[in-house]
Each structure stands twice: as structure tokens, then as C-alpha cells.
């Protein structure tokens, strides 16, 4: 049966590499979605992509949605999510438990009170 790809789109504002995991200072926040974006991408019923505005600008110009958003509200507004080509959350990344809620994928973290041997990093 065919799935339903879901999309799931992430527009950044101009960092200083693709994922924003570069330099002296990381931020934790830039490390945590490219941790959960990498997992996405295993997942056969979800698309999910980075766009940032140094790397990718086509991308913000060819996104009418995303386009519209930064011409009345200006760069402040990203990073932008988008689930399905709808905006879902602006200003801000999205927390592990909304992208769970977007996607409906549990992800576990390796906080979690999961006393299972191999919990995500797959040391045992």
C-alpha cells in the first residue's frame, strides 16, 4: 500500500554551515534537530529537510508560504517549520515533543527513564 510521506521542513536563518553544528560555541538546540533530523530521514514515511538562508536561498524563494511569512515579518520570525507545506511553528525550533506530535514518531532520548539495554546509542 502506498504510504503517506509526510514532510517535514525546517527554514533557518544563515548559519555559518549547513546544520549550524560549526564553530567554537555549538548550539545544543542546533545539535538536538540535527540529531532528530538524521533519524527522520531513516524513517520511510517521512521527508524531512534543512533549509538555511546562506546555504539554500532558492529554497526561501521557491517556498511561497515561507516567502510571504519573511516578507511581512522579517528574519526574526525563522527558523520556520513546516509539516505538509503548512507552518506549524515560527521564531523558535520545535521541541523533540512537537516534532513527535507532527510526525506522530516517538523518539527515545538518552534522559529517558527506559531502563532497555540498547536505548538510542546503542551501547550496551
Given amino acids: 500500500g502506498a504510504f503517506n510521506i509526510m514532510k517535514l521542513e525546517l527554514f533557518e ?3 555559518c554551515c549547513s546544520t549550524g553544528v560549526c564553530g567554537p560555541s555549538v548550539d545544543e538546540n542546533l545539535l538536538r534537530i540535527t540529531g532528530i533530523f538524521e533519524s527522520l ?3 520511510n514515511q517521512v521527508e524531512a529537510s534543512r533549509y538555511n538562508l546562506s ?3 532558492a529554497d526561501f524563494t521557491k517556498n511561497e508560504t515561507v516567502l510571504k511569512e519573511l516578507q511581512e515579518k522579517g528574519n526574526d520570525i525563522l527558523p520556520i517549520t513546516l509539516v505538509n507545506d503548512k507552518i506549524v511553528k515560527t521564531g523558535n525550533y520545535p521541541t523533540n515533543e512537537e516534532i513527535q506530535e507532527f510526525t506522530g514518531i516517538i523518539f527515545v532520548t ?3 527513564q527506559n531502563s ?3 536505548g538510542g546509542n546503542g551501547a550496551c
Fill in 13 to 15: 536563518e544563515a548559519l
Fill in 41 to 43: 530521514n531513516k524513517i
Fill in 55 to 57: 546555504s539554500n536561498p
Fill in 110 to 112: 538518552q534522559n529517558s
Fill in 116 to 118: 532497555s539495554c540498547c
